[in-house]
């Protein structure tokens, strides 16, 4: 792509092999030249503000994500490249959650003053190949030093016609509760990496690289199907429970309907029985999960095949509160955890 | 104020004292509690990404800042409600520079899981407090935990007409250099509190609770007056620096022509001269430095009149690249810091 290209002939080689030596405007314009023009940018990244222009029309979506070492990622594992690929990603995927248009991001590093310049390379090139793979552009952040661990803050924009805004609020009973691709990879890929297992493997690979699913969700919004919609980043039961609780209704989710990859299958085939459990409260597939009127589903699974995303039923909204998951039997399937939750 | 009011009243008293037995979605919920709609939110926090409208004509504007603990501030003298109020001026802080109007803003909080949580009510208090002086209203952010210090990372959208958005880029030789208030305050009062001082005193309060300028900027640019602008963040000479630089032009700066406070001279009278350096070098003031026409000297000093902040001429822009200062007999004085930069 030729935006890789710009990023690898815009940086010059180092001349510095630390961060104290380059200092932190040589750090900020070692980034800044890397960085094209993006569109709706008025003014990028060197003055006190960025200024963008929306597109006629729109409404403006922001989302903000901390990453903080040791708590959402180990160096021991994640190299720079797909880590800085991961910032992004989780960002734009809160953009696509609402039906939205990525378009512009800052982003701000508090750095370990020993960090290899290196490695700030590496993970720039991951940020901005992802930047770049959904026309996004950064323009604008912060850097400064930490006396501990990396902390990485995305804050990324975009936009989108008020009347195509997906929001988590707009779910109706019977509706059917779909998702994209499969669930559980990310969390079975922390228990590969966590035994040591390897970066090429599938699971550790949706969990180190995940790819937000912008092209299907603004297919979604396009084609007016969707009710209600949230990416799963805490397990579909957590965030469907989102969807419940701001619409005000519940669910039934269909255990053995859960769409599981044939790398989550092969890696879990020597157990005695499958462990739902990672598909169901597991995080970080950062799919997305929506709502729709049954009279729809014909729409959704063409509108899909053309997004080339698989797309799965998984459940139906029911009018009283809470979420329950279902055998085949229909007898309740009982889950010990209910997503990620910081603090506890 | 009714504000005020409102975030202790809509607050509720504490059933838990940390936030491990509150979790993450308590904390989300006890300070959405305290959060006011704004102008503009279509929608706020709770959903994958805010939702916002610009006024009709107006480009978006946006800043972040990180703050990390034992960089930024030290909690041994920062009072959470003052860090609080400072984590969101020194960001609303960037907007003004640009004479554009702050509305919203993102919170995010790496917070170590031992934090008390009347520490975190304090916090919010502060912020929202300066939120609504502002009449910035708080629409998302992100929350986790921090196995070191605490981190909070801000990012502030405003908005501006297109043609009253006030850049670095603009100033001409022979402009007249101004700065709003006073200059080296919050740089003395580092040195203060560095020595055991207190929070009354004038330099400390003027570091921990810096206040910015955003009726200033705002009558500024719409006076039309202003060539170039930039808040006072790394000291005057680096910031003008940035002016220059981005302007293709240079600068004298008179050095006895450097605002300084009362607080300032009764602090720094018992030593054998005036300790300019922090006037030029010290940072944190978060005051406006900016370029004007001659012709419009009148016009600057009636308009800071009606806005209540004083304004003072310090300089003069110049045909050649650099900044000099000079003393009153034409010498140049000799600065040994530049301002602050990270990893150095």
């Known amino acids: 792509m030729n935006y890789m290209h710009r990023i690898d002939s815009n ?24 960085v094209s023009p993006g569109e709706g940018v008025i003014t ?19 989302s903000t994500d901390m990453l903080v070492e040791d708590v959402h990622f180990d160096l021991g594992w994640h190299d720079p490249s797909r880590l800085g690929r991961k910032s992004l990603a989780v960002n734009i995927s ?20 020993d960090l290899p310049l290196d490695f700030i390379d590496r993970f720039m090139r991951g940020f901005l190949g992802m930047a770049a793979e959904h026309r996004v552009a950064l323009i604008g952040g912060d850097t400064c030093s930490s006396r501990s661990g990396l902390s990485i803050s995305v804050t990324v924009m975009g936009e989108q016609a008020p009347e195509l805004i997906l929001r988590r609020s707009g779910a109706l009973p019977d509706d059917d509760i779909w998702v994209t691709g ?37 297919a979604l ?7 209600a919609m949230i990416d799963v980043s805490d397990g579909i039961l957590a965030d469907f429970g989102h969807i419940a609780e701001q619409s005000h209704v519940g669910g039934c989710i269909y255990r053995d309907d859960l769409p599981l990859s044939a790398g989550f299958r092969s890696h879990t085939a020597d157990l005695s029985e499958i462990p739902y459990q990672l598909a169901l409260s597991g995080g970080e597939d950062y799919e997305l999960c929506f709502t729709a009127h049954r009279s729809n589903r014909k729409k959704i699974v063409d509108c899909m095949k053309k997004s080339g995303i698989a797309v799965t039923r998984v459940g139906i909204v029911i009018n009283s509160p ?16 209910d997503g990620f939750n910081h603090f506890t």
């Open 322 to 337: 809470g979420v329950a998951v279902l055998c085949p039997d229909g007898t309740r399937y009982e889950v010990n955890s």
């Open 221 to 227: 919004a396009e084609a007016g199907v969707v009710t």
């Open 44 to 62: 990028g990244i060197g003055d006190d503000a960025a200024v963008t222009s929306l597109s006629p029309g729109m409404q403006l979506l922001v």
């Open 94 to 113: 809160d953009i696509a959650a609402m039906g939205g248009i990525p378009r512009w991001v800052l982003l701000s590093l508090a750095l370990p003053s």
């Open 182 to 218: 499969t669930l559980g990879d990310a969390a079975l890929g922390l228990k590969v990496v966590q035994n040591g297992g390897t970066g090429d493997d599938y699971p550790v690979s949706r969990l180190l690289d995940p790819s937000p699913r912008v092209s299907a969700a603004l």
């Open 11 to 34: 940086m010059p080689p180092l001349q510095h092999s630390s961060l104290a030596a380059l200092g932190e405007f040589g750090l900020i314009s070692r980034i800044t030249s890397a």
